[in-house]
């Protein structure tokens, strides 16, 4: 048995007890991990409150990445990975002692990173690089609007920009987090309670606009979003946090040659998320490795303590990330 955050049913953050539930047992193809650390995320908050539905066999237990050591490993793998340590994106289960994750969507721990960093960047890279490198694809020299510049995922999107060459605007709701984001490496942060964040993009940019928009809001942000893209742009939707539907010109869209696209990761399979793991590995992770790419961490609180975590969380206060420390 092992110690694990998996709530009876929808609610606050006091939902969030500590329980004892079996460990899992990795299937071939999976390693079993004993968790140093875990990383939370606003999916985490949405699954909380009842309005995340899980995928088809994902575990009810929280988390969506971790970071710990090989303890185990499915039928067929490799036993020498045993002991070795890894950081990885799972689709639930993270918020334990033990969590199972497919091999392809592991990454080695560099000594450059601690594992409450590490636990810290698996979601957020992962859905960063997919949407903002692979489907809104980003290039050397683009300039980016990324809402939510102080959240996990606009600090991800400031490393990597920095990484790879990219102009980097954010918003934020206070000018406190606006002056955060710039010492993060963003290149322009726009308080978007105080300021027009459509014309201030053009100021910015001198009328010339934004090649990609990174946009976890939604709602009457888009059509927004779209008077900050210059021609042949690409929108990625991400979240919803601000409604699910919105009203757009579609002669605009047509005039402009814009994409809009968007994903949601925790549904995709094994296959995809494996792919994407793998490109991270060649492309990304030997920054990681060598110190250049580390995420920003808000605050640690206890396994035990996931309630507090949720609550910091739910203040939106937080600057960068979340994470639950198990052993």
Known sequence: MMIAIDPDGPGGPE????????????????YLIKVAAAGVNRPDVLQRKGRY???PGAPS??????????????????ATMIGQPV?????????????????????PVPAALSMIEAAAIPETLFTVWSNLFERAYAV???TVLVHGGTSGIGTMAIALGRLFDLTVIVTCGTDEKCARAL??????????????????????????????VLDMV?????????ACLAEDGRHVSIAVQGGMTAQINIAQIMAQRLTLTGSMLRGRDVGFKSLVGDEIARVVWPHAAAGRLRPVIDTTFALADAAKAHARMDGGDHVGKIVLTVA
């Not at 939604?218 to 779209?226: E, F, I, S, V």
Request: hydrophobic share 40%; net charge negative; with cysteine.
């Open 15 to 30: 939902v969030l007890l500590p329980v004892e539930r079996p460990v899992p047992q990795p299937a071939a193809g999976e």
């Open 53 to 55: 539905p899980m995928p």
């Open 61 to 78: 237990i929280l988390g969506l990445e971790i970071a710990g050591t090989i303890v185990a490993v499915g039928e067929g793998g490799d």
């Open 87 to 107: 950081c990885a994106l799972v689709w639930g289960g993270g918020y334990a002692e033990y969590c199972v994750a497919p091999v392809g969507q592991c990454l």
């Open 140 to 142: 050397e020299g683009d």
């Open 183 to 212: 010492e993060i490496g963003a290149a322009h942060a726009i308080n978007y309670k105080t300021q027009d964040f459509v014309e201030a993009v053009k100021a910015i940019t001198g009328g010339s606009k934004c090649q990609a």
């Open 218 to 226: 939604g709602g009457d942000y888009l059509p927004r979003n779209l």
